[in-house]
């Protein structure tokens, strides 16, 4: 397994070019099997959660052509399959195939995802989303079976919570469902818009994509398709708080900033600066940070995504900060790791009270989920002398070329196998 060393101290300068987004493209190649015809996705980032999502098509019997940061997705000769369980069981989102595969096919029988570090997560707003359409769907042994043999009929679904691969789940399989779907308390997260672009272009009748309230007309009449995937926000941001922390300037190309207000203001109450570019937003920082309050919460709130990275910045800031995660039960992973590099952080329940102002020193620390590691490289940017960070393939799965567009910024970080 390869690990990343970092020397801390060189404030970053440069551009970076920001891709796809992976929570855009995830969804967008599971809705692909709900047509027999081909859709080019272009623009997807080149992670290992897309490579596996793409190998996990093939199972199923798509064909896949790419060109660098394109693929065409025949799923024409998709079926069925009993397959992907060592898949579906490291990655979560595979679970987005479900609903496409239950909506063409009438049935599907896909493995529970496993738990993962940031807490339990479980599916059941997915089933019942779809048992809500007409289907029958069952749980057990380790396994989602979902039959529907005389196809999905329309309905109001009131989701419980904005659950973002709930709400996916319902408009993928709605698409293919007689008659009208209503969706509501829906994510309004930019990468369900997206979505639900990709599947307009496919054929799908959608409206109302980034409200609380969708309405899904179908069974869709399915065509050829292309489309570009949006830009990554949150990798957008994360480089974004590598400026502030290390008091440098980064452009940050092809990042929109419409997608982005949250973080942005957070991190000018930061005391960053953050202005349009040429080819995207830049963000500049001074080295002077200010202790500032962020809770999580559903978009168009500050990013779940993005709080192991803002709590890495908030260790430099004069003065106390008060970080709330309400998305997840359990993402604090990447605080003992901090504390490690000498972060002053203390939990109480789902809050972490960070005292700024910490001068961190480089040490051995270990990635667990992806945005938690994400956190410690920007720790070992500013921290004294070196930092090594074992397990870089949680990395692997969200940033691409993570190293590469951090050196060519300046910072000193080298890839080296274990
Ligand atoms: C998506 O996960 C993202 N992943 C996550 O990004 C992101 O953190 C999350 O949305 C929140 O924005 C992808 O899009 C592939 P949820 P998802 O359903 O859909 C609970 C990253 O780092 N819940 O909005 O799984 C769930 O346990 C990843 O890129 C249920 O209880 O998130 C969580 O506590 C991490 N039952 C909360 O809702 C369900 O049926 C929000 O989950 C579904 C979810």
């Not at 529970?112 to 339990?120: M, N, S």
């Not at 003065?319 to 997840?328: D, K, L």
Request: hydrophobic letters at 45%; charged letters at 20%; one cysteine or more.
């Amino acid at each position: 397994m390869d690990k990343l060393r970092i020397q801390g101290g060189r404030a970053l300068h440069g551009s970076v070019a920001i891709a796809g987004a992976k929570n855009a493209a995830l969804p967008q190649l599971a809705a692909t099997l709900l047509s027999p015809h081909p859709v080019e996705l272009a623009n997807l980032p080149d992670v290992s959660d897309v490579a596996n999502m793409l190998t996990l098509l093939e199972q199923y019997g798509a064909r896949i052509v790419r060109t660098d940061r394109d693929a065409i997705i025949d799923a024409g000769p998709a079926r069925p399959a009993e397959t992907g369980y060592d898949t579906v069981r490291r990655m979560r989102a595979t679970v987005l195939v479900l609903g496409p595969l239950l909506a063409r096919f009438g049935e599907a029988r896909v493995s529970l995802p496993g738990g993962c570090a940031i807490g339990a997560r479980p599916v059941d707003m997915h089933v019942s989303a779809l048992s809500a359409l007409g289907a029958d769907v069952r749980v057990e042994g380790g396994f989602i079976h979902a039959r529907a043999p005389k196809g999905l009929r329309g309905n109001r679904l009131v989701l419980p919570s904005p659950s973002v691969g709930a709400t996916e789940t319902a408009i993928m399989a709605a698409t293919a469902a007689a008659g009208e779907t209503e969706i509501l308390n829906a994510a309004r997260e930019p990468e369900v818009i997206d979505l639900a672009a990709s599947l307009g272009a496919m054929g799908a009748v959608i409206e109302g994509a980034g409200t609380h309230r969708i309405l899904i007309n179908g069974p869709a009449s399915w065509r050829p398709a292309a489309h570009r995937i949006m830009p990554d926000r949150i990798e957008a941001g994360t480089y974004a708080i590598a400026a502030a922390i290390t008091g440098g300037q980064i452009e940050l190309s092809g990042a929109r900033l419409e997608h982005m207000a949250s973080v942005v203001q957070a991190l000018e109450l930061a005391g960053a600066r953050v202005w349009p570019g040429d080819r995207g937003l830049v963000v500049s920082g001074d080295g002077a940070l200010r202790g500032t309050d962020v809770t999580t919460e559903p978009y168009p709130g500050f990013p779940t995504d993005l709080q192991a990275q803002f709590m890495a910045l908030m260790t430099q800031a004069d003065g106390a900060s008060m970080i709330r995660e309400t998305i997840f039960e359990s993402r604090f992973m990447h605080v003992p790791e901090l504390v490690r590099l000498g972060a002053n952080i203390r939990l109480q329940g789902r809050t972490a009270v960070v005292r700024g102002g910490a001068r961190l020193h480089g040490a051995q620390v270990m990635a667990t989920d992806l945005r938690a590691s994400v956190s410690l490289v920007l720790a070992g940017l500013i921290a004294e002398g070196e930092t090594v960070l074992n397990r870089v393939y949680h990395l692997d799965r969200g940033y691409e070329q993570l190293d590469l567009k951090l050196r060519r910024c300046g910072a000193q970080i080298e890839r080296a196998a274990q």
